[in-house]
T-cell receptor
Framework: GESVGLHLPTLSVQEGDNSIINCAYSNSASDYFIWYKQESGKGPQFIIDIRSNMDKRQGQRVTVLLNKTVKHLSLQIAATQPGDSAVYFC????????????FGKGTKLTVNP | KAGVTQTPRYLIKTRGQQVTLSCSPISGHRSVSWYQQTPGQGLQFLFEYFSETQRNKGNFPGRFSGRQFSNSRSEMNVSTLELGDSALYLC??????????FGPGTRLTVL
């Protein structure tokens, strides 16, 4: 069935380092991918998205890479800050006009000062 | 522009009761989706509404239902509550087909 998974449940980095969070998806028909950040007690916050016709997309301090050959998605955070500490989810949206998002289980990022 | 709002933020109910949660989408957004988040199952899709019509439904029992009003506001209802229904219920809205933006959620505790 559909599933989106993450390679690591936790990631700990030093402030100022770059962070890489990985995600594997299983539905090759998905054409839209999103990264969300969720802080404790809050709803998921949109970070960046990418469509299947792209390999890379950059935002402010964040970059998403999509490798459709191996069905792999990654989120790179440059110069990680303590405020980046949160749980990060990747989500995929299969084709078909539905707004249904399939989420991975999340990676908890801890930034040490 | 105001974000997605959900009410109430916290609810405590007992088994067998029913509950109604409310979601007001971002102005102009006509698509509203609902998700359940639990530590064990993560984020799971419940259903999606667009222009007052349910377009998609996840794998949840019939006790979970929803509706959308003409102003795009949405409600979800859970009847005959079970302990396992304790979760964070999240609403997301989008200007279809576009990014979904989430509200803060309603924390439901079933005793």
């Amino acid at each position: 069935g559909e599933s989106v998974g993450l390679h690591l449940p936790t990631l700990s980095v030093q402030e100022g380092d770059n962070s890489i969070i990985n995600c594997a998806y299983s539905n090759s028909a998905s054409d839209y991918f999103i990264w969300y950040k969720q802080e404790s007690g809050k709803g998921p916050q949109f970070i960046i998205d990418i469509r299947s016709n792209m390999d890379k997309r950059q935002g402010q301090r964040v970059t998403v890479l999509l490798n459709k050959t191996v069905k792999h998605l990654s989120l790179q955070i440059a110069a990680t800050q303590p405020g980046d500490s949160a749980v990060y989810f990747c989500a995929e949206m299969p084709q078909g006009g539905s707004e249904k998002l399939v989420f991975g289980k999340g990676t908890k990022l801890t930034v040490n000062p | 522009k105001a974000g997605v709002t959900q009410t109430p933020r916290y609810l405590i109910k007992t088994r067998g009761q029913q509950v109604t949660l409310s979601c007001s989408p971002i102005s102009g957004h006509r698509s509203v989706s609902w998700y359940q988040q639990t530590p064990g199952q993560g984020l799971q899709f419940l259903f999606e509404y667009f222009s007052e019509t349910q377009r998609n439904k996840g794998n949840f029992p019939g006790r979970f239902s929803g509706r959308q009003f003409s102003n795009s506001r949405s409600e979800m209802n859970v009847s005959t509550l079970e302990l396992g229904d304790s979760a964070l219920y999240l609403c997301a809205s989008s200007f279809f087909p576009d990014t979904q933006y989430f509200g803060p959620g309603t924390r439901l505790t079933v005793l």
